[in-house]
């Protein structure tokens, strides 16, 4: 049985498997689009070098989830590094 594939109880009482998979995988959608529509604009203000990283980060940690600050911040710090340093990785 896939993940998504819960047993359940019919109108007789019988017990049957009923694949959740296309409601989970809706909702699964709609909070990952409601998280990124978030992350998405703190992530940009980490990226820019124009914003202090400190300031920016109290600035999101007041206003986000803390997952979602970390998320946004790392992001936004991978992009910066690759607009400074062109991507080379440093290595």
Same mark, same amino acid.
């Given at each position: 049985?896939?993940?998504?594939?819960?047993?359940?109880?019919?109108?007789?009482?019988?017990?049957?498997?009923?694949?959740?998979?296309?409601?989970?995988?809706?909702?699964?959608?709609?909070?990952? $689009? %409601?998280?990124?529509?978030?992350? *998405?604009?703190? !992530? /940009?203000?980490?990226?820019?070098?124009?914003?202090?990283?400190? +300031?920016?980060?109290?600035?999101? $940690? %007041?206003?986000?989830?803390?997952? *979602?600050?970390? !998320? /946004?911040?790392?992001?936004?710090?991978?992009?910066?590094?690759? +607009?400074?340093?062109?991507?080379?990785?440093?290595?």
């Amino acid at each position: 049985m896939s993940n998504d594939v819960y047993l359940m109880l019919d109108g007789d009482g019988k017990v049957v498997p009923v694949d959740l998979g296309p409601m989970m995988r809706r909702h699964r959608a709609a909070h990952v $689009e %409601a998280r990124a529509d978030v992350i *998405d604009p703190a !992530a /940009a203000l980490f990226a820019d070098p124009a914003f202090d990283l400190e +300031e920016t980060y109290d600035v999101a $940690e %007041a206003a986000l989830p803390g997952a *979602d600050v970390n !998320a /946004a911040s790392y992001i936004g710090l991978v992009l910066r590094e690759v +607009e400074l340093n062109g991507g080379g990785g440093g290595d």
